[in-house]
């Protein structure tokens, strides 16, 4: 299957599991609103509704991230930019698309990034000073 081929049929699954998670997120908003609007019980009521708050919450902020990267990734096959490394402009494999459709740095790069702690950001611009810096010296 040709690059271009995988990535329309990765751009169907973001799409799917955008719209999925938008539901969830939408569903989950307005469980919590119907939960709250019952009447209180007692202590162990209350607690085990703020832990189940609790962990509702983190769920839907988990969601949420990966919401927004799917909207960004989305937008990156908009602007024709899929598929490319943000930090080193790279192909990034389509065995790690495949595995993660939103990502949006290579594994080399995302290694870099855990191992020094840099954002993405502040490793392109290490990456483009180096580039930089090496057609200074072939000059």
């Not at 902020?61 to 930090?87: F, K, N, P, T």
Request: net charge negative.
């Amino acid at each position: 299957m040709a690059r271009n081929e995988a990535i329309l049929n990765l751009k169907a699954i973001l799409v799917r599991r955008r719209d999925a998670l938008r539901s969830a997120l939408a569903g989950d908003l307005s469980l919590l609103k119907e939960l709250r609007s019952g009447e209180p019980g007692d202590v162990m009521d209350a607690a085990l509704d703020s832990a189940q708050d609790e962990i509702s919450s983190q769920l839907a902020e988990v969601e949420s991230r990966e919401l927004a990267s799917i909207e960004h990734a989305l937008e990156r096959m908009r602007d024709g930019d899929y598929g490319l490394c943000e930090v080193c402009e790279g192909k990034i494999p389509m065995a790690r698309l495949n595995a993660l459709p939103y990502a949006t740095i290579c594994i080399t790069c995302q290694r870099e990034i855990e191992r020094t702690g840099l954002s993405a950001e502040s490793l392109r611009e290490e990456v483009e000073m180096a580039s930089d810096e090496e057609e200074v010296d072939v000059s």
